[in-house]
């Protein structure tokens, strides 16, 4: 392949496409959930992520994990987890059968701010999705992100299978 070989241009052009439509996503998401609740987000990914932990077994994420899950470095994650201790939204506790590992539990004001920034954070998504259908460059990534997580009940053809 070489810089001017077709197939590496239109991936390259698909690529930026996807980083177009992530950076429209992730700003709309930002100013809605900064300017309805003062969290980034980062912060909001953070809450949902710990939120979703459990007391079964593998139930609660080492730092790591959660670091995976908001795509943050560890570090950048351990100092996210500390600012929002500091504002009350979560709790660090050390685990109980391992006294070397620290886990993080969110707070019940950080449950409530959660969910007063979730319909928040569903309608800005919703809207920017919307505004990228439009773009015809955009547009099919829309419908490709649409049909990820759709309930296998939902498509016509799996019913019945």
Same mark, same amino acid.
């Given at each position: 392949?070489?810089?001017?070989?077709?197939? +590496?241009?239109?991936?390259?052009?698909?690529? !930026?496409?996807?980083?177009? +439509?992530?950076? &429209?996503?992730?700003?709309?998401?930002?100013?809605?959930?900064?300017?309805?609740?003062?969290?980034?987000?980062?912060?909001?990914?953070? $809450?949902?992520?710990?939120?979703?932990?459990?007391?079964? %077994?593998?139930?609660?994420?080492?730092?790591?994990?959660? *670091?995976?899950?908001?795509?943050?470095?560890?570090?950048?994650?351990?100092?996210?987890?500390? &600012?929002?201790? %500091?504002?009350?939204?979560? *709790? &660090?506790? +050390? !685990?109980?059968?391992? &006294?070397?590992?620290?886990?993080?539990?969110?707070?019940?004001?950080?449950?409530? $701010?959660?969910?007063?920034?979730?319909?928040?954070?569903?309608?800005?998504?919703?809207?920017?999705? =919307?505004?990228?259908?439009?773009?015809?460059?955009?547009?099919?990534?829309?419908?490709?992100? %649409?049909?990820?997580?759709?309930? *296998?009940?939902? =498509?016509? *053809?799996?019913?019945?299978?």
């Amino acid at each position: 392949m070489t810089a001017t070989d077709p197939a +590496l241009t239109a991936l390259a052009d698909s690529w !930026c496409a996807l980083s177009l +439509l992530h950076g &429209r996503i992730e700003a709309r998401i930002e100013r809605a959930l900064q300017d309805g609740h003062g969290l980034s987000v980062r912060e909001f990914s953070l $809450l949902d992520v710990l939120s979703r932990q459990h007391d079964d %077994e593998g139930g609660h994420l080492q730092m790591k994990q959660v *670091a995976d899950a908001v795509v943050l470095s560890q570090s950048a994650t351990t100092r996210l987890v500390t &600012r929002m201790e %500091e504002r009350g939204l979560l *709790a &660090r506790y +050390l !685990c109980p059968t391992d &006294r070397r590992g620290i886990y993080t539990n969110v707070t019940q004001a950080g449950l409530d $701010l959660l969910a007063a920034a979730r319909p928040t954070n569903n309608a800005a998504l919703r809207d920017a999705l =919307d505004d990228a259908a439009a773009d015809p460059g955009l547009a099919p990534l829309v419908t490709a992100v %649409e049909e990820i997580r759709r309930p *296998a009940a939902a =498509d016509p *053809a799996a019913v019945g299978a």
